[in-house]
């Protein structure tokens, strides 16, 4: 099945700095990429998504990039705040609905 | 706005037992997915449902069984519960839009928690 592989699994931060996140991918046939953040004891909730017809989208200080050649997307997270500490899940459909996830990066934003 | 609403909350079990946990969406959702989330870790993909009375495959559906009795509904059940398996099982529907539209987010119930002992 789809393998999606997302790195690092912890990453650290001071308040005020950017944060990246990065994601590759097997199956040339994705098409839909959407990004999940958890906060301690709650359910997934979408943040952002991207599709493989764009290459950048951006909202409320969330940047995506998807780059189809390599089989890669990335989560960049501009001007963090402590409330942005939480884990993060990407994620690539495969065959239509499958949406398989990757392992997760725990973020985590210093004062 | 809907809800997906997962039953039981927590669910303690024996090694080797038969288990069923169960999912109730109104949002009128076509799709809905079975996901097992281990402790600090990822989502893995057990079984998932494109429409009433349809089951796919997930990557991890070796000792589950799926069963999507109506549109709102989707259980899922564990055939032989592992001794001092720990993980959250999480329940999701989505509308998802075949066309490639906006409509492809994924919502998750509060998740069944299980213990076996």
């Known amino acids: 099945g789809e393998q999606v592989e997302q790195l690092p699994s912890i990453l650290r931060v001071q308040e005020g700095s950017s944060a990246s996140i990065n994601c590759t991918y097997e199956n040339s046939a994705s098409n839909y990429f959407p990004w999940y953040k958890q906060e301690p004891g709650e359910n997934p909730k979408l943040i952002i998504d991207i599709r493989s017809n764009m290459e950048r989208k951006q909202t409320q200080g969330l940047i995506v990039l998807l780059d189809k050649k390599a089989k890669r997307f990335s989560l960049h997270i501009t001007d963090t705040q402590p409330g942005d500490s939480a884990m993060y899940f990407c994620?690539?459909?495969?065959?239509?609905?499958?949406?398989?996830f990757g392992g997760g990066t725990r973020l985590t934003v210093r004062p | 706005g809907g809800i997906i609403t997962q039953t039981p909350k927590f669910l303690i079990g024996q090694e080797g037992q038969k288990l069923t946990l169960k999912c109730q969406q109104n949002?009128?959702?076509?799709?809905m997915y079975w996901y097992r989330q281990d402790s600090g870790k990822g989502l893995r993909l057990i079984y998932y449902s494109i429409t009433e009375n349809d089951l796919q495959k997930g990557d991890l559906s070796e000792g589950y069984d799926a069963s999507r009795e109506k549109k709102s509904s989707f259980s899922l059940t564990v055939t032989s519960a592992q001794k001092n398996e720990m993980a959250v099982f999480l329940c999701?529907?989505?509308?998802?839009?075949w066309g490639g539209g906006s409509q492809n987010t994924l919502y998750f119930g509060a998740g069944t928690r299980l213990s076996v002992l």
């Open positions: 949002f009128n959702h076509d799709t």
């Open positions: 999701a529907s989505s509308i998802w839009d």
């Open positions: 994620a690539a459909n495969n065959a239509g609905a499958k949406l398989t």
